[in-house]
């Protein structure tokens, strides 16, 4: 099956700092890759919708300034986040979609914890 | 607007069956997806329905109704590996997934 990884697993840094997590898919191209967020005991709620090569579209509420999203290869997604807050301590996850393909794959996520 | 129901928490024993359901409202279909979730991990694949009917994978059933706007998941022979978040998603007209809340089960011995 597709394989999504995200990198690094767990981070913790200081408020005001940024941070980037890695979202790659092993062995397909993926042509659109999705950011979530999920704090504890809620449902993933989805951030943004990159696809290769363009901008990435941003649900609302969602600063685009605050989370860079980049996605300049076929397989390779980033997320930024800038100036981080302590409510921005959040499990963070990536997913991926190739082609004319309907399943999105997980990567394992990413656990931000901002001190 | 667009709407996923299932319920928040559900309980049931070893070696018995459980259903959750799922009804949803969205613009436009292109399928219903069944994920699980453990605690602290990703979500991970368990079915996908797009026509209607009874879609069985070994233990693990998916049923869906497009005219009545509802699925659900079937686990038979539950283990106490099963104790998971079960997450129904709906891909609307613009094969964007529009996420339930989760059902979390807790399965007893």
């Known amino acids: 099956g597709a394989v999504v990884s995200q990198h690094p697993s767990r981070v913790i840094c200081k408020s005001g700092t940024s941070v980037k997590i890695e979202c790659r898919s092993l062995?397909?191209?993926?042509?659109?890759m999705f950011w979530y967020r999920q704090f504890p005991k809620q449902s993933l709620m989805l951030m943004a919708t990159?696809?290769?090569?363009?901008?990435?579209?941003?649900e609302q509420g969602v600063e685009k300034d605050k989370f860079l999203i980049n996605h300049a290869s076929l397989t390779l997604s980033t997320l930024t986040v800038t100036s981080a807050h302590p409510e921005d301590s959040s499990f963070y996850i990536c997913s991926a979609r190739g082609g004319l393909e309907y399943e999105q794959y997980f990567g394992p996520g990413t656990r931000l914890t901002v001190t | 607007g667009q709407n996923i129901d299932q319920p928040t928490e559900m309980t049931a024993t070893e070696g018995a069956i459980v259903q959750i359901n799922c009804t949803y409202q969205t613009s436009g279909f292109n399928g219903l997806f069944w994920y699980q979730q453990h605690a602290g991990e990703a979500p991970t694949f368990l079915s996908y329905?797009?026509l209607d009917g009874l879609e069985e994978k070994g233990r693990f059933s998916s049923f869906l109704s497009r005219s009545k706007g509802y699925s659900y998941l079937l686990l038979k022979e539950l283990q106490m590996k099963d104790s998971a978040s079960y997450l129904c998603?709906?891909?609307?007209?613009?094969?964007?997934?529009?996420w339930g809340a989760g059902t979390k089960l807790i399965i007893k011995p």
């Open positions: 998603a709906v891909m609307d007209s613009n094969y964007q997934l529009i």
């Open positions: 062995d397909f191209q993926a042509t659109t």
């Open positions: 329905n797009v």
């Open positions: 990159s696809n290769e090569g363009s901008k990435a579209t941003y």
